[in-house]
C-alpha cells in the first residue's frame, strides 16, 4: 500500500509517536510525509526518513492534491492546527480514501465537528476516551470510529536512579495543561519532599509565580527541559501528573513512559487518564486535586505499596506499543483500501475561511476569548499568524 501522511509539522507528541511506529512498519509500505509548514525540529521527522519514509515540505495545496491522487490511503494527522484546516477545506483536493488520526480528543475544546466522522471514511482516536463521542450517531457513523494510541512507553523497566526527587512531573508546565492546584497539593503534604518539575517553564510567568507563593517553595525543583526523559523519570518513583480537566491531550506519552519504568502515577480522574490508569491497581486516581497530597503522603508512608503499583503500573504500559498500534493502523488501511474512493467536501463541514475553521473548533464558545493574549496553538492568535492579510478577520466582533 502507498500511504500518504498529511500532517502540519512532526514535532512533540506527533512526531514521537511516528517515529515509534515507522520503526515498526514493513517495509513493504510505502509511505509518504507531507508537511504543511516547514519543520523548525527535525528530530523526528529525521528519524522516520531513517526508517524508509519520505518526508518532505508541500509546495502547496496543488502539490497535497497531487499526492492523495496516487495514493491509496490519504491519512490526516489530525488536530486544530491553522495550516492543517486550510488544507482540508482546499477545492483542490481529489478523490481519496481519507482516515482521520486526532491528536485531540474533541471531549473538550478544540472540539471536532461530528460531521467529519460521517465525511471520512475513518475516524481514529487516539485515546478510546473519545469514543463517547459517538453516542447517538447511526450506526453506520459509529462503525468508522475507533481508538488507536499514539503514546507509547519505553522498551524495559530500569533501576532508580539514586539521589533524585522522590516525586517528579514531567510535561507541559504550563496551567493551559497542568493543574493550578499542582503547587498546592505539594505544600499541603505532610512529607517535606523534593518533586522535580522536568519541562520549560517560563520564568514570568504563571507557574513560576505560583511556585514562588508556597509556603514550602523550596519542595518544588524546577529541572527544566529534558531531552532524556528516561533519565529523569527514573531519578524518582512517583510520578506526579494532576492535569487540567477539560485539557485537550488524548495519549499522555509521559505518563505512559513514566509507567513503563515503574513510577507509581497519581493522576486525576480526567477521561484520558483514567483510560489509562486504574485506581489502585496501577496506580491512584484522585477525584480532586484536593485529595492528591493524602494520596502522595499515603505512597511515601508505604514503600512497598509503591512499588507494588510501580510494577503493576509498569505491565499495564506493554499495552502500549508501537508495534500494537503499527498493527491496527495496518488492518484500518487494509479494510479502507477495499472501499471505493470519493471526492470529499470537508469544507462544507469546517468552513472556507480561517475565522470558519477557528470557529468550528470552538463549538459554541467566542473565539476572542480563548487564548488570544498569546501564539498558543490553535487559538485567535495562532490563526491570524498564519493567515495575517485574510479578510475575513473584518467580521471579528469582540
Known amino acids: 500500500m502507498n500511504i500518504l501522511h498529511v500532517t502540519a509539522h512532526l514535532g512533540g507528541g506527533v512526531g514521537k509517536a511516528h517515529a515509534a511506529l515507522s520503526a515498526a512498519m514493513p517495509t513493504s509500505l ?32 496543488e502539490d497535497v492534491a497531487a499526492q492523495a491522487a496516487g495514493a491509496d490511503i490519504v491519512q490526516f494527522e489530525f488536530w486544530n492546527h491553522p495550516r ?40 481514529v482516536f487516539t485515546t478510546p476516551a473519545s469514543l463517547a463521542l459517538g453516542k447517538g450517531l447511526p450506526d453506520n457513523v459509529k462503525a468508522r470510529l475507533s481508538a488507536i494510541g499514539s503514546g507509547f512507553g519505553f522498551a524495559a523497566g530500569a533501576e532508580p536512579t539514586p539521589g533524585g526527587a522522590p516525586i517528579c512531573y514531567l510535561g507541559t508546565a504550563d ?23 522536568w519541562g520549560a517553564a517560563d520564568p ?32 524518582s518513583r512517583i510520578f506526579f501528573y494532576p492535569l487540567q480537566p477539560d485539557h ?19 493522576v486525576l480522574a480526567n477521561p484520558a487518564e ?30 512497598d505499596r509503591c512499588d507494588d503499583l510501580g510494577r503493576a503500573a ?21 479494510d479502507v483500501a477495499e472501499e471505493d474512493k470519493r471526492k470529499p467536501d470537508f469544507a462544507a463541514i469546517i468552513g472556507r475561511m480561517p475565522l470558519d475553521w477557528l470557529r468550528s473548533t470552538h463549538g459554541a464558545g467566542s473565539v476572542a476569548t480563548l487564548g488570544s493574549e498569546r501564539a498558543a496553538k490553535g487559538t485567535l492568535t495562532h490563526f491570524r499568524a498564519a493567515f495575517p492579510d485574510h479578510p475575513c478577520w473584518n467580521d471579528l466582533v469582540g
Open 84 to 123: 492543517l484546516y486550510e488544507c482540508l477545506a482546499s477545492e483542490h483536493l481529489p478523490l481519496m480514501r481519507s482516515v482521520f488520526w486526532s491528536h485531540v480528543s474533541g471531549l473538550f475544546r478544540p472540539v471536532i465537528d461530528p460531521r467529519l466522522f460521517a465525511a471520512a471514511h475513518r475516524f
Open 204 to 235: 514570568q510567568g504563571e507557574v513560576m509565580a505560583r511556585a514562588r507563593a508556597m509556603r514550602h517553595s523550596d519542595r518544588v525543583v524546577f529541572m527544566g527541559q529534558t531531552d532524556n526523559p528516561r533519565a529523569a523519570l527514573t531519578a
Open 248 to 266: 485537550y491531550g488524548t495519549a499522555e506519552n509521559a505518563l505512559i513512559e513514566a509507567m513503563s519504568l515503574g513510577l507509581a502515577p497519581v
Open 175 to 197: 496551567f493551559v495543561k497542568m493543574h493550578p492546584g499542582f503547587f498546592d497539593a505539594i505544600d499541603a503534604m505532610r512529607h517535606d519532599v523534593q518533586v522535580a518539575v
Open 274 to 303: 483514567q483510560a489509562i490508569v486504574s485506581h489502585g491497581e496501577d496506580g491512584l486516581v484522585a477525584a480532586a486535586i484536593e485529595d492528591c497530597a493524602t494520596m502522595l503522603d499515603a505512597l511515601l508512608d508505604d514503600p
Open 314 to 334: 509498569a505491565q499495564r504500559a506493554r499495552d502500549f506499543a508501537p508495534e500494537k498500534s503499527a498493527d491496527a493502523l495496518i488492518r484500518l488501511w487494509s
Open 30 to 61: 510505502r509511505r509518504t510525509y507531507l508537511l504543511l509548514e516547514e519543520p523548525r525540529d527535525r528530530r523526528y521527522a529525521d528519524a522516520i526518513a531513517e526508517s524508509g519514509a519520505e518526508v518532505r515540505f508541500a509546495t502547496g495545496m
